[in-house]
T-cell receptor
Framework: DTGVSQNPRHKITKRGQNVTFRCDPI?????LYWYRQTLGQGPEFLTY????????KSRLLSDRFSAERPKGSFSTLEIQRTEQGDSAMYLC????????????FGPGTRLTVL | GQQLNQSPQSMFIQEGEDVSMNCTSS?????WLWYKQEPGEGPVLLIA?????ELTSNGRLTAQFGITRKDSFLNISASIPSDVGIYFC??????????FGPGTSLSVIP
């Protein structure tokens, strides 16, 4: 399967714990995006990378959130000191940089903070 | 900020019926996208539209990019049970930023 993959698919954690999610993009895609989706809403942009450079961060991305893409391939999203309001689906997408560079999404990581 | 509105919010139809859903925005977009999302999965790209007035089909799906560049519609003909899901429109700006609508939930009654 050469699509976007995300791990884990589900994560249940207690409030205050740290969690880390991983995204592996489509291999030839140099752009990688993170979104958050809550029930009944469309995905909301969090941040994106072009190769290893993080080019934009949404105001939704508080100081407790950090994303990395150290070698320009896979990316990690870490949430420190989780809060119940962090419960959501975290989606990753990737795209080419040029042309009709539409985003293709992974299956998401469902986070539940107890 | 930029916001998209989708109508209807939800719809229940009989198998075999045609479906029409709409997306509007107060802002102009360079590209309109339609995604479908099933429970527990990520959105899947159905159709991308690149020019005002463009009409594009993908099987039983047809979508149009509005002339004003502020709206788009998606039609599904002869619905089948596997069409069930949430359909999101999304607009892409000149900076490649993608804004999603709140979705239209489709239920198909066999």
């Amino acid at each position: 399967d050469t699509g976007v993959s995300q791990n884990p698919r589900h994560k249940i954690t207690k409030r205050g714990q740290n969690v880390t999610f991983r995204c592996d993009p489509i291999s030839e895609h140099n752009r990688l995006y993170w979104y958050r989706q809550t029930l009944g809403q469309g995905p909301e942009f969090l941040t994106y990378f072009q190769n290893e450079a993080q080019l934009e961060k949404s105001r939704l991305l508080s100081d407790r959130f950090s994303a990395e893409r150290p070698k320009g391939s896979f990316s990690t999203l870490e949430i420190q000191r989780t809060e119940q309001g962090d419960s959501a689906m975290y989606l990753c997408a990737s795209s080419l940089e040029r042309g009709r560079n539409e985003q293709f999404f992974g299956p998401g990581t469902r986070l539940t903070v107890l | 900020g930029q916001q998209l509105n989708q109508s209807p919010q939800s719809m229940f139809i009989q198998e075999g019926e045609d479906v029409s859903m709409n997306c509007t925005s107060s802002s102009i977009f360079n590209t309109w996208l339609w995604y479908k999302q099933e429970p527990g999965e990520g959105p899947v790209l159905l159709i991308a539209l690149y020019k005002a007035g463009e009409l594009t089909s993908n099987g039983r799906l047809t979508a149009q990019f509005g002339i004003t560049r502020k709206d788009s519609f998606l039609n599904i003909s002869a619905s089948i049970p596997s069409d069930v899901g949430i359909y999101f429109c999304a607009g892409k700006t000149s900076y490649d930023k993608v804004i999603f609508g709140p979705g239209t939930s489709l239920s198909v009654i066999p």
